[in-house]
């Protein structure tokens, strides 16, 4: 039966409404679309945006990648510290530039003089390539106000950016806006501590721009970073969801040198010298906790580390009819430092080296041992030791978290692994001796349970006593290509302005 005619009349006009509504929605989308596209363009960090996606898919199945963007590198710092991990990058960055060739590729330096001897490493070790300027920190600017023609600084690596963001802030945002369209520079942040937030203000204003990265030393600082940014750029604030923090490329640089020389170490050998290397600080290093283990640890087994029981003395003296050497336990860095005079023949202190000097007498160590304090180095802040360490081919003791967090280690090559529920100080005496029994048949909780009844802790023992903790040259070469092959993609990312 067919509708009547006002119904039929009724139904048409319904249509072309909503034919008409679609088409406007449809407009308007599209109109916000395009919106979205052009605040990307004028230079917001990249949204949602099926055209750069399909780019970057593309680029990948080709082969292809950016052209290289950036040749006029600064590295900049007011901080009279750090350059073991700044330089570091600078190393990478001239190799990247070697790989590039030509004579366009400069690299600027703008810091205060190096301490301890450093300047020297640099040189030997040509860390500084493709040499450009040597300045003082306050000549920086006037290199980043000349455009590009004129010599200009076209990226800014900031070598502690906690200090440095708020000394160039108001400068750089000048030279920013004086700057021609076609003619801006990026920094980037090298990120020490995410807790240090006083300089953090600055960044919306670079991150708006499109025209900061950060740079941390390990993977865990990089990603409580990226957590804060998701946050942040999830907040009602205007001013904190329109900077698109949650889009800074954070990459990860491990500062890794190649040191020439390290010492040929003989084997058989025994597990005689552990060094602990920070500054001597509670906060950081939990020395009170190893004074104390150790010292439990020779009155309950002195021969195990090399001693004689104590017998009335004030400290543990050697044995020379020990089965080996006295274990002794190294405190390398900076400050001062309370020893027990139980461990006044155990423990030394060796503070303000040269760097030579510094790199020599840790570089003959057997293993580093981190000691650290809380949870800060596996969280907030990265530790320079882990690099340190790895680069004097030096295992480190960690556990399955930190070699985990700081990525970088995760390797069986670099690291000796403890489990997490075995002290420090109970791993040295299980890899100095080979013996666990003491260790799996305590019970520190006193419930009537050994802490060898946990299955998981005794085969993490028994794999840490399978590894051992003497690690041949062929690996440590093989494991540091791999690091350093992953820092040149970094550096290639940079200078080719790549997300």
Known sequence: MMPPPRLASLALVALLVLGSLWVLTRSLYSGEEASVWDRTQAGYPPYLNIHEHASELEASATAEIPPRRRRNVAFATTFVLHGDVYMAFAKTIGEAMDAEGGDDQRIHLFAPEFSFGFQEIIDDLELWTHRGIRGDSDQLIEHVNKSSDQGGIDLIVFGTCEFDMNVWHNALADAWNRRSEDDKFKIVCVVHNVDDVNWQRHIPYWSRRNAIRLLPIASHVGETFKSRFAVQAASPEPLLYTAGLDHIPIDVHAPVLDIPNLPVKPLPRNLEKAVIQGTFSVGRRN??????????????????????????????????????????????????????????????????????????????????VPAFADNTYLTVQASSTVALATELNVPILVTNRTRRTYGYIDDSRAVITRPAAMPEVQALKALRTGDVSAFLSSDPADIGLSIGSLHPVRDGVADMLREGWVRDRKSWDEWKQGVWRKNREVAEKILRDIS
Do not use: Q
């Open 287 to 368: 020395y009170p906790g190893i004074f104390r283990d150790l010292i439990a640890s020779i009155h309950e087994d002195p021969r195990a580390w090399g001693y004689h029981p104590l017998e009335g003395r004030k400290s543990f003296v050697p044995d020379p009819g020990a089965p080996a050497p006295p274990f002794r336990l190294l405190l390398v860095g900076a400050g001062w430092l309370e020893i027990p005079d139980e461990l006044a023949y155990v423990v030394s202190t060796h503070t303000d080296l040269p760097y030579k000097d510094f790199y020599k007498l840790i570089a003959d160590c057997d293993i580093v």
